[in-house]
């Protein structure tokens, strides 16, 4: 799947949506990404090889991919399905419980142990708030962070006056790879006519106004 079919994708899924949105940060949006919208089958396959030939094409080196919960949890187990099938690389995965469990196996990771270098897969970086907290996770159990791949990579400022993911590559030293990005979304819609001026005006002054400079 190329970029535009994978947009075209998650417009049929209905996952990417155009309009009004607050994000976590508080920014308001003229366009949200709701990967909790993925809910089929069909769809997680689709989704799960495009992170799984995103990954591959890296070459990124790592041992464990690592979901944060929740969303993060599907995201690793199919993507890490597809990786074995579709690219013949049986990678180990994992994935955190949002509460401490005191019974039982115990611990908060289930899965494969966070051992060595750990690639964390999630499903949008915006200020990079959500990246930094499976940081925190990865180094209290003593492993290291290899790199970060999201679906959206939707190419604002973080906490600064640098962009969120380059702001994540700098102080951990990783690379922080994306399936698509906000310029592949913009692209797509003026190409495709997909959505009237008045929204592609709003994405192009909310790019201007959050957006990273280039
Ligand atoms: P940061 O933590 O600021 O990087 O925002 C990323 C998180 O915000 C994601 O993991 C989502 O929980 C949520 N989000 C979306 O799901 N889709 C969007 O298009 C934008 C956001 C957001 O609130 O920034």
């Given at each position: 799947m190329n970029k535009s079919e994978f947009i075209e994708f998650i417009m049929q899924a209905g996952v990417l949506k155009l309009g009004e949105f607050t994000l976590k940060s508080g920014r308001k949006s003229p366009y949200f990404f709701n990967a909790g919208l993925f809910n089929t089958g069909g769809q997680m396959a689709q989704l799960a090889k495009a992170y799984a030939a995103t990954i591959a094409e890296s070459k990124l080196a790592y041992d464990v991919l690592f979901g944060p919960a929740y969303k993060g949890i599907p995201l690793a187990a199919t993507t890490s399905v597809s990786l074995a099938q579709d690219f013949q690389h049986d990678t180990p995965y994992a994935f955190n419980r949002k509460e401490a469990k005191?019974?039982?196996?115990?611990?908060?990771?289930?899965?494969?142990?966070?051992?060595g270098d750990i690639l964390i897969i999630d499903d949008v970086i915006t200020a990079g708030t959500a990246i930094r907290e499976s940081m925190d996770i990865i180094q209290a159990n003593g492993a290291r962070p290899a790199g970060v791949v999201v679906a959206l990579d939707r190419m604002e400022k973080g906490?600064?006056?640098?962009?969120a993911i380059q702001e994540v590559e700098q102080q951990y030293g990783i690379p922080v790879i994306s399936i698509i990005n906000l310029n592949d979304i913009i692209e797509y819609l003026e190409t495709h006519n997909q959505a009237n001026q008045a929204i592609l005006d709003s994405m192009k002054t909310y790019r201007a106004q959050y957006g990273i400079v280039q």
């Open positions: 005191d019974h039982g196996e115990g611990g908060n990771i289930v899965g494969h142990p966070l051992e906490q600064g006056e640098k962009s």
